[in-house]
């Protein structure tokens, strides 16, 4: 197949209709779907089993690594949020490094070895997307959950009459309400957005270059690939922690006055 | 029919180009004022380092952001073009 069919066919998803639906809106991106679903049930299932079998004397080496993990989200927590005592923050922060950072790791997975399985499988033009963090959806997804999670939290803090007041009054004062709003409505609207295509684009940059050098003949692939790599995985725990610590920031922010 | 394909295509990798270069400049000059702030702080307070390094990889990734957007953006045009696609609809309807 000609370079160009190669790259489209790597970047399509997995599409498949909802049964008894038309049009674009109704489909879902399988692979997408449950790629994300898998590895959230692993990381759920790890922290569970940590969590039975956790012992004061004698933790193992297993125990000691997922502790120095919460151990940094506790710190990255305690550091940034300042809205008093909640028991949600930690337990989020924690589900968003771990998750994003799973997603992300799919991207290490070299590009050709999902055809070569779906060649195993005897369907070797088969799509699939490894990677869910490279699909809008995904990272809307979850950075329109942590939308709710902020206007929920404003209302907490502030009462519902109290954010809608805030709305139109901050900041320059009530007399210059349409104005307030409009930047409070922006500042709420860039958040997610930001967010979601943040990690969006330094995932989908990543997958392409990582096609675009197995495009190459053999010895540049190596010559390219490797430092492509080791700078990915930087991205890929970076991302993870930046959409973690985002989160604890809007989240402190909601719940502040102006 | 084909002047008007290559019009569209060169466009859209000057385009491209623009984008992903211009976001290229300023992450680089945000990189660069960040990385000096850095090691001048780190030099007149060496036990703050390990601090001021989390806050690093902080403001690196909010600086990362509007620059991956664009080449996003970028890529997804010259790989799956939608002004393309457009045009080679409403050129087929005309036809």
């Known amino acids: 197949m000609t370079t160009t069919e190669y790259i489209v066919h790597h970047l399509t998803h997995n599409s498949v209709q909802l049964p008894g639906t038309t049009g674009h809106f109704w489909s879902i991106h399988i692979d997408t779907f449950s790629m994300s679903l898998m590895l959230g049930f692993i990381f759920l299932f790890i922290f569970t089993l940590l969590a039975r079998c956790a012992k004061v004397e004698n933790p193992g080496k297993f125990q000691l690594f997922f502790e120095l993990v919460l151990d940094m989200v506790h710190g990255q927590v305690k550091d940034i949020y300042h809205g008093g005592k909640s028991k949600v923050i930690v337990p989020l922060s924690l589900t968003i490094f771990c998750w994003v950072f799973l997603m992300n790791l799919m991207d290490l997975f070299p590009v050709d070895m999902v055809g070569f399985v779906n060649g195993l499988r005897g369907d070797p033009e088969a799509h699939w997307r490894m990677v869910p963090s490279a699909d809008v959806n995904a990272t809307f997804a979850m950075s329109l959950s942590v939308l709710v999670l902020i206007i929920g939290y404003s209302i907490k803090s502030k009462g519902l009459l109290g954010w809608l007041k805030e709305l139109i009054s901050a900041p320059f004062g009530i007399k210059l309400a349409p104005i307030n709003l409009l930047f409070q409505l922006i500042e709420l609207v860039a958040k997610p957005i930001s967010l979601a295509l943040r990690l969006f684009g330094n995932m989908y940059a990543g997958e392409l270059l990582f096609i675009l050098i197995a495009l190459l003949p053999w010895g540049a692939q190596w010559l390219l690939g490797v430092p492509w790599a080791i700078f990915h995985i930087l991205i890929v725990i970076l991302q993870a922690f930046i959409f973690m610590v985002l989160t604890i920031v809007y989240l402190s922010l909601a719940t502040e006055a102006h | ?95």
Do not use: W
């Open chain 2, 1 to 95: 029919m084909e002047g008007l394909i290559s019009n569209i295509s060169g466009f859209t990798a000057i385009a491209a180009a623009i984008m992903i270069g211009l976001g290229a400049c300023g992450t680089a000059i945000g990189f660069g004022i960040l990385g000096g702030k850095f090691l001048e702080a780190s030099a007149r307070q060496p036990e703050l380092v390990s601090m001021l390094q989390t806050k690093l990889f902080i403001i690196a990734g909010l600086l990362d952001a509007i620059s991956m957007i664009g080449v996003g953006i970028a890529l997804l045009f010259i790989f799956n073009n939608p002004l393309l696609s457009t045009a080679l609809t409403l050129a087929k309807t005309a036809a």
